[in-house]
T-cell receptor, first 116, second 114 residues
Framework: EAEVAQSPRYKITEKSQAVAFWCDPI?????LYWYRQILGQGPELLVQFQDESVVDDSQLPKDRFSAERLKGVDSTLKIQPAELGDSAMYLCASSLGRQSHSYEQYFGPGTRLTVT | GNSVTQMEGPVTLSEEAFLTINCTYTATGYPSLFWYVQYPGEGLQLLLKATKADDKGSNKGFEATYRKETTSFHLEKGSVQVSDSAVYFC?????????????FGAGTRLAVHP
């Protein structure tokens, strides 16, 4: 069964350092999502891509976070510089998307970030 | 605004007990409603869904009915197992102009003991 892949699974970094997470969606899925899940809370959408285009980044802290999906396939989320409050689980999800009228989101295992 | 409120956990039950996890929502428009489950160390998995009022979603013995009059989507299971121990998230799904958004509740941790 196809799955969303994420790496690394765990990352420890010092504050003010740069950190990057990678996501490979299910093959053929046009829509890709990055969520942040703070401990004890539900996931919150950071950014949504349709193919290579950003369609929603209203909750992305753009002063330090950036996301790209250059070829419309895999995606990278970057934080620079990291702050203590960025410690969280970062989840990637994908769905077939608008062309297929199928919006069920499939989630990867997540990257747990700890900022010290 | 759009939001989801879940009962706080943890919920601790003995095996074969009846489970209810409450979920209420506030939404503009006509959302679909979902329950996701997150097992330790894993990502979220869709457990069940309902797309319109009075629909009942069901999967793996879990059920939830979309109640528009009470804006609720409570999760139930008649007899829980130890393997059901996980965090359960209620979510509402909004579709507008071909783009979509999932809004999650805070999650409810379930612990089932033998």
């Amino acid at each position: 069964e196809a799955e969303v892949a994420q790496s690394p699974r765990y990352k420890i970094t010092e504050k003010s350092q740069a950190v990057a997470f990678w996501c490979d969606p299910i093959s053929g899925h046009a829509t890709l999502y990055w969520y942040r899940q703070i401990l004890g809370q539900g996931p919150e959408l950071l950014v949504q891509f349709q193919d290579e285009s950003v369609v929603d980044d209203s909750q992305l802290p753009k002063d330090r976070f950036s996301a790209e999906r250059l070829k419309g396939v895999d995606s990278t989320l970057k934080i620079q510089p990291a702050e203590l409050g960025d410690s969280a689980m970062y989840l990637c999800a994908s769905s077939l998307g608008r062309q297929s009228h199928s919006y069920e989101q499939y989630f990867g295992p997540g990257t747990r970030l700890t900022v010290t | 605004g759009n939001s989801v409120t879940q009962m706080e956990g943890p919920v601790t039950l003995s095996e074969e007990a009846f489970l209810t996890i409450n979920c209420t929502y506030t939404a503009t428009g006509y959302p679909s409603l979902f329950w996701y489950v997150q097992y330790p160390g894993e990502g979220l998995q869709l457990l069940l869904k309902a797309t319109k009022a009075d629909d009942k979603g069901s999967n793996k013995g879990f059920e939830a009915t979309y109640r528009k009059e009470t804006t609720s989507f409570h999760l139930e299971k008649g007899s829980v197992q130890v393997s059901d121990s996980a965090v359960y998230f209620c979510a509402l799904f909004l579709l507008s102009g071909g783009y979509n958004k999932l809004i999650f509740g805070a999650g409810t941790r379930l612990a089932v003991h033998p």
